[in-house]
């Protein structure tokens, strides 16, 4: 595969400019970027060339302008290397005329391009591989496929051929000292005969040469044999054994598949070397088997080299024997004979090795590889990704299962009331009087202005008229207000309720009865240094302790000094001479009182009150306390009850204003009070 890559030079990628995405321009760039010199252990290097001119271009590396450069020359490129940059006269720019190269490690390219290759097996039985490669720019696609098969078949091709070339070495180092021999033998001959004047032999001499000269080729040959079987020999015992060019020189059948063995077992061995560690079970394994194909080896050499040895010492015998005959002949004849011998047998080697010379070269020339390509690389006419079916059920999954699933896993994780049907599912029987959206972000400050007709100001003349169901005295009414927790908007509730009563011409008296942490003076910018506890402790006159408020008929008594003591305070008899006075002063009188649920100080003011109105927030009460609400309502603790749902958004909630028992919270833009465009 790297090979495959470098060929294609896919390790530069070219991309025109394009909105959302760039275009790959693969196979039709308009330029063409060469590596001459390039640190390979850099990053990806994204670059920008900008044409201006035929010759000139402005590049960009990692979007900083580095200058203006010449086509076709060779550029050292800061934290790259060096590079060239040619015009490719087949494709023309990009209508802005920039291109964008990447130049990306070739280790990432291998291993991206490792993942899209799929090899499988036709069939279990079949020789046919299958190659499968993914790719979205399909010219591409062909030409790795390509490659990698014409990549695959040099390699085979330069393992055959490393094996003749070993061959054809072995013999003509052999070939060498054959022939030196053989010219030395000719030119002894040559010799004899001009010294002796020796022309022929008779032919018992011919006969004993004939016999003699057969020995000894037999002889040589088995020299040759045991030479090979010495540096096969030699060769196993290296860890890493190379057999290369000893292959054709083996002729017993055994040996030659226990050194086929041997390589097949070498291959995995260098394979397992890449992968594994050399602890490794399977490594293990293998080295094994090797050591033992290697004994299996030397003791067929062994064994060969004694039946040789024992053929050797045979002909050295037989030679004896012959040798004593030809003493019988004359001493020129034997002479000769000896000579002309040793010439034959130089002559039979020689030729002997020239043939499997030739052999070998006639390998080596047509040398072919083992495997062929049947099929062209073409491409699947479906898209194999994405895949619609598959895309339509995600789609269907996550945009209708998975939001249900999540609303339901929601809505039973959450332990706050949201919705009226929640809050009515706990309190059942306990009536609702009104609920209040959140303000709007266009109203500022916590007191609304009921001159207008916003939805939020509907609300609350909606939640004025059912009071006048919820009151149980014909004269002036008392109303309390109180909720479980903090933070729930009793305050707010309680401001606007007064406001919006007296809005209508109702004289209202709103006292702040939360003695511990007071915050309508402050809604109402209205001094806090005397109020409600200096009446209680009978130091003001409950005249003295009235403020005036900016809407008419609203008057409101602030807390004054916080006490030590409020519950006590409470019990007294100065809060029923309170309200019996503000009674024949105002037509209602509203309490705003401390969390139910935290101080008992809304039960002692209770007992003087005639109407209850229990504040519960959305997205804020928590779903436990309501049972204890549904308690007070059913054991007739607080006077003519009913609930407030606080801070709901049906129509057009929006976070906005914060107040309260340290929680900001605030209501939307205006319903009935917006302007429609034409």
Do not use: W
Not at 450 to 460: A, C, D, K, P, R
């Amino acid at each position: 595969m790297k090979k495959a890559i470098e060929a294609l030079n896919l390790n530069v990628q070219y991309f025109s400019e394009a909105n959302p995405y760039d275009i790959d321009l693969y196979g039709k760039s308009p330029i063409i970027v060469t590596l001459i010199d390039v640190d390979s252990s850099l990053g990806v290097s994204k670059m920008k060339i900008q044409k201006l001119s035929n010759s000139k271009f402005k590049l960009y590396l990692n979007k900083k302008n580095l200058g203006v450069y010449e086509f076709n020359k060779i550029l050292n490129v800061s934290t790259i290397g060096k590079i060239t940059i040619r015009l490719n006269a087949n494709f023309v720019f990009p209508d802005n005329n920039n291109v964008l190269v990447n130049i990306v490690p070739i280790d990432r390219i291998i291993e991206a391009n490792l993942e899209k290759l799929d090899v499988s097996l036709l069939n279990q039985k079949s020789t046919v591989l299958k190659l499968a490669f993914q790719e979205t720019i399909i010219a591409r696609g062909k030409d790795i496929l390509r490659q990698l098969h014409h990549e695959y078949l040099l390699s085979s091709l330069v393992d055959k051929n490393i094996e003749a070339s070993n061959t054809l070495k072995f013999i003509d180092e052999r070939l060498g000292l054959i022939t030196s021999e053989l010219q030395q033998v000719e030119r002894d001959v040559q010799n004899y005969k001009s010294k002796e004047g020796f022309t022929d032999l008779s032919s018992e001499a011919n006969l004993f040469l004939e016999k003699v000269k057969e020995a000894d080729l037999k002889l040589n040959e088995a020299s040759i044999r045991l030479n090979v079987l010495d540096n096969l020999e030699k060769s196993i015992q290296s860890p890493s054994s190379n057999l290369n060019g000893l292959f054709s020189l083996i002729e017993d059948p055994i040996l030659f598949r226990l050194l086929g063995q041997l390589e097949e077992l070498e291959v995995q061995k260098q394979k397992l070397d890449k992968t594994v560690q050399p602890s490794n079970p399977q490594y293990q394994v293998v080295l094994n088997q090797i050591n033992s194909v290697k004994q299996s080896i030397r003791e067929n050499i062994n064994n060969q080299k004694r039946t040789i040895l024992i053929t050797k010492n045979t002909i050295v015998k037989s030679n004896s024997a012959l040798e004593t005959s030809i003493k019988q002949i004359p001493k020129k004849e034997r002479e000769f004979i000896s000579i002309k011998r040793q010439q034959e047998i130089k002559e039979s080697l020689y030729l002997l090795l020239l043939q499997k010379k030739e052999e070998t070269a006639i390998s080596y020339a047509s040398t072919v590889a083992d495997s062929r390509l049947i099929d062209e690389a073409f491409v699947n006419p479906t898209p194999i990704k994405p895949k619609p079916v598959v895309l339509y059920t995600l789609a269907l999954l996550f945009g209708i299962v998975i939001p249900l699933l999540i609303v339901n896993l929601k809505t039973a994780l959450n332990d706050k009331v949201v919705t009226r049907a929640e809050l009515e599912s706990f309190i059942k029987n306990l009536p609702i009087s009104g609920e209040i959206s959140l303000k709007p972000k266009s109203i500022g400050g916590p007191l609304l202005d009921f001159s207008g007709n916003q939805f939020i100001h509907e609300q609350f003349r909606m939640l004025r008229s059912n009071l006048k169901f919820l009151t149980r005295s014909e004269g002036s009414n008392v109303l309390l207000l109180t909720s479980n927790i903090s933070g729930e908007g009793k305050s707010f509730i309680s401001l606007n309720v007064a406001a919006c009563i007296a809005s209508y011409g109702k004289r209202v008296l709103l006292i702040n009865a939360d003695l511990r942490k007071p915050k309508l003076h402050e809604y109402l910018g209205v001094d806090n240094t005397i109020g409600f506890v200096n009446f209680l402790i009978g130091e003001e006159t409950l005249l003295k302790v009235i403020r005036n408020t900016s809407h008419d008929h609203f008057d409101f008594i602030s807390c004054g000094p916080i006490p030590p003591n409020p519950s006590e305070l409470l019990e007294n008899t100065k809060l029923n001479e309170l309200i019996s006075e503000a009674r024949t002063l105002y037509d209602y009188i509203i309490f705003d009182c401390p969390p139910v649920g935290l101080v008992s100080d809304a039960l002692n003011i209770a007992n003087f009150c005639d109407t209850t109105l229990f504040v519960v927030r959305s997205e804020y009460t928590p779903k436990i306390v309501l049972p204890t609400v549904l308690n007070l309502f059913k054991e007739k603790k607080f006077p003519s009850m009913s609930v407030v749902f606080n801070g709901t958004k049906g129509m057009n909630g929006y976070y906005g204003y914060g107040y309260g028992y340290g929680y900001g919270y605030g209501y939307g833009e205006n319903f009935f009070g917006k302007k429609k465009k034409s």
